[in-house]
């Protein structure tokens, strides 16, 4: 007979999911104990711990901020891809660019961003095409802007190196070639498009960097299902006030603002759906 699986004991998962909900907002339920167990028990060996209970009394002590980090980083979900459910990159392509281009050819400038973006192959997608199919903007002031909470995952987005399996995920084989340079299994997006973001760290939860402008398009996709409605409600509607009047903001394929008391309206583009500030 095998023996049954360790459980956790429950004031040690209380502890850990309030740290990780105070954190980041990340909300987990007791059924997903055994996710705590199994991302947070490598990061207990690699500072000598046996047990989640000894991380637990070690995040108790003074000074453990850098285990903390480390802690709410191995508690992200990080699943991404490139043109990851392509419809709002066909209406950023066919529809939204070609409008913001009209309605700031004034002004000149453009100013996108992606939020939770987690290795980059969101940011990387809109880089690629914004040089692919809006040339013009090459003498526009635009700021492509990427952001995360997890500085981990930050640095591999700055980095821009995928393996074969990520740039086999939605990534078309000619963009492949034309903007990526093969080292060995790995390949690295070019310098000019890794050069054209800004990275920068931002939890959602806390003070969004002073430094970002008002902007004219929002990627927040796949980072509120990790939230409560509460904390949805409020990063929304942060977001909201800082979308242009005629700015565009997405979520992901499985989120929505439904019963959520957001400034925002629906709007369905193509195949895409997207959110827009109250007229
Ligand atoms: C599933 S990925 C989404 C990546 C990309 N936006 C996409 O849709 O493909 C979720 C990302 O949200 C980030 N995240 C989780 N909580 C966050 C918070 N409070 N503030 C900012 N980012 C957060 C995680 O680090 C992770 O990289």
Same mark, same amino acid.
């Given at each position: ?72 980083? #191995?508690?992200?979900? *990080?699943? @991404?891809?490139?043109? =990851? ?6 209406? &950023? !392509? ?64 700055? #980095?821009?190196?995928? *393996?074969? @399996?990520?740039?086999? =995920? ?6 492949? &070639? !034309? ?101």
């Amino acid at each position: 007979m095998s023996a049954a699986a360790p459980t956790l004991d429950p004031a040690c998962f209380n502890f850990l999911s309030e740290f990780v909900r105070t954190k980041s907002a990340i909300v987990l339920e007791p059924n997903k104990a055994y996710l705590l167990e199994s991302r947070l028990m490598p990061v207990a060996r690699q500072n000598g711990l046996t047990s989640l209970p000894e991380l637990v009394a070690q995040l108790q002590r003074p000074g453990s901020q850098a285990l903390g980090r480390q802690v709410v980083d #191995a508690m992200t979900t *990080n699943e @991404t891809s490139f043109y =990851r459910d392509i419809h709002p990159f066909d209406a &950023l !392509k066919q529809h939204i660019l070609p409008e913001l281009l009209r309605n700031r050819h004034k002004e000149r400038s453009l100013h996108i961003w992606s939020n939770a973006c987690s290795s980059g192959q969101e940011v990387y997608s809109i880089a690629m095409l914004l040089r692919e199919h809006f040339p013009e903007l090459a003498s526009w002031k635009v700021r492509l802007i990427a952001s995360d909470l997890s500085s981990a995952i930050l640095e591999k987005a700055k #980095a821009g190196v995928f *393996n074969q @399996t990520e740039v086999n =995920r939605g990534l078309p084989m000619q963009l492949l &070639l !034309k903007y990526f340079t093969r080292n060995g299994l790995q390949w690295q997006v070019n310098a000019e498009i890794r050069n054209s973001v800004e990275f920068m760290e931002c939890n959602l939860i806390q003070n969004w960097p002073t430094q970002l402008p008002k902007m004219d398009i929002i990627f927040l996709r796949n980072v509120l299902i990790y939230f409560d409605p509460a904390t949805k409600t409020t990063v929304l509607n942060k977001a909201s006030s800082l979308l242009r009047p005629d700015g565009y903001l997405f979520l992901g394929g499985a989120e929505s603002t439904m019963n959520l008391a957001v400034a925002l309206d629906r709007e369905v583009i193509g195949k895409a759906t997207c959110y827009r500030p109250h007229k």
